[in-house]
């Protein structure tokens, strides 16, 4: 265990998710999308770990103190994201270039209709989190593909592909997803400038969604606005405690935009729509989440990195069938489960039917993931250990 000023969290404490009505356990919900509730869920991305005693607790004292009407703008909090930032990350942001939002999907939505017209094309590279498929075709963009490529084992940016359709004068955004959800990478500071220096030349604005860049293990996630001045000049940073903190039911998300002309049209997008308040309890979470949580993290991502040292010794040991696409940063595994010859309808069924797992199926994420799945690895280690063994049955009951 890490050396930590804090207590020592126990994250194989079990909890009940469903007394609280989590979105990733809701049987109505597991019953419609994958046909059964009986299953290991595994497919939403929040952890089931509960959040630092110091997020606890400034939540408890704000419930306290009792008057919850309006709270003037909070400086303290964009102070603090500054610090985080920049004492982990080297990268200087000013507190004013800081705009909160209700989630980081919001953020990539309204960017998305600010700084592109409709029927231009918005480049994503796949497989990749599909709901910016979902809010590129609800934008009426056109979704325009750059796929990685899977190279002994890692996946690498394709820039060929991306210079020739960034030089199509139509395509006038990307969606840069840096840690990569699903597969794990950490971009490293050369691949992003590479992306930074086609971006540029060809006017494609980048949508950095950085909601990982929390929870990395080998790998020190490079924001992409920290590049360069022209990369921040050419893009907007999502950033969120959502994930790291696993706040998603009370945290917002952020968008650090230097551009001050284009950060002046997200400001007026905001105003015009009255989203500028605070939700009090939202920011006591993520004051404390950013000025205290550090140990807390710091003990959750070496919990993670020991479940995935579980699955990687488990498949080798066990199902030496599957391997495991080695993360570097979120709490996202990538599964290769091509060596089972399974069609995608047929993988999507073994999961739920034979494996009892509530997973992402690869082609959720482009048809780029077919043969692959997404499984979630914050929860107890038994929990995981118990869903492997499930695995395993069901991949020796097919040879
Ligand atoms: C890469 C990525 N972006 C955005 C989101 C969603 O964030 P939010 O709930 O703040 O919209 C997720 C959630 O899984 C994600 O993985």
Redesign the pocket.
């Known amino acids: 265990m890490p050396k930590s000023n804090s207590e020592t969290v126990d994250f194989d404490e079990i909890i009940d998710r469903r007394a609280v009505g989590a979105l990733k356990f809701d049987p109505a919900l597991l019953q419609s999308v994958f046909g059964r509730q009986d299953l290991w869920p595994s497919w939403?991305?929040d952890m089931d770990f509960k959040a630092a005693s110091e997020i606890q607790n400034a939540l408890r004292q704000r419930v306290e103190h009792g008057v919850y009407g309006y709270e003037s703008d909070n400086t303290r909090l964009p102070e603090a994201v500054c610090s985080w930032l920049d004492e982990r990350y080297d990268w200087s942001v000013q507190p004013g270039h800081i705009l909160f939002s209700p989630?980081?999907?919001?953020?990539?939505s309204v960017l998305i209709s600010l700084f592109s017209n409709k029927g231009d094309g918005v480049i994503i590279q796949p497989p990749v989190?599909y709901?910016f498929k979902m809010l590129i075709h609800a934008q009426h963009r056109k979704l325009v593909k750059n796929p990685l490529k899977l190279e002994q084992g890692t996946y690498q940016m394709d820039f060929e592909q991306l210079e020739s359709v960034a030089a199509q004068p139509e395509n006038s955004l990307l969606i840069l997803?840096n840690p990569h959800?699903p597969i794990g990478r950490v971009w490293s500071r050369e691949t992003l400038s590479r992306l930074a220096k086609i971006c540029a030349a060809h006017q494609v604005f980048v949508i950095a969604?950085e909601?990982?860049g929390d929870i990395t293990y080998q790998h020190r996630y490079t924001p992409f606005a920290s590049l360069s001045d022209a990369a921040a000049q050419n893009c907007a940073s999502?950033v969120?405690p959502?994930?790291s903190f696993n706040l998603?039911g009370v945290a917002n998300?952020m968008i650090v935009i230097d551009n001050e002309d284009k950060r002046q049209q997200c400001k007026d997008w905001f105003n015009q729509f009255e989203i500028n308040k605070n939700n009090v309890f939202t920011t006591s979470a993520m004051l404390a989440a950013y000025t205290r949580g550090g140990d807390w993290l710091q003990q959750v991502t070496h919990y993670l990195q020991q479940n995935i040292d579980t699955v990687r010794d488990y498949l080798q040991q066990q199902i030496p069938s599957l391997k495991m696409i080695e993360p570097e940063g979120?709490y996202?595994l990538w599964l290769d489960f091509r060596a089972l010859n399974l069609d995608a309808k047929q993988l999507s069924s073994f999961l739920v039917e034979q494996a009892g797992i509530a997973g992402n199926p690869g082609h959720w994420f482009g048809r780029e993931g077919a043969g692959f799945a997404r499984i979630n690895i914050a929860c107890p280690k038994k929990v995981l250990l118990e869903a492997l063994a499930k695995l395993k049955t069901a991949v020796d009951a097919l040879a």
Do not use: E, G, Q, Y
């Not at 989630?103 to 990539?108: D, F, H, V």
């Open positions: 939403v991305a989630r980081t999907l919001t953020s990539i989190f709901d997803c959800n969604d909601i990982h999502c969120s959502v994930k998603a998300s979120s996202l």
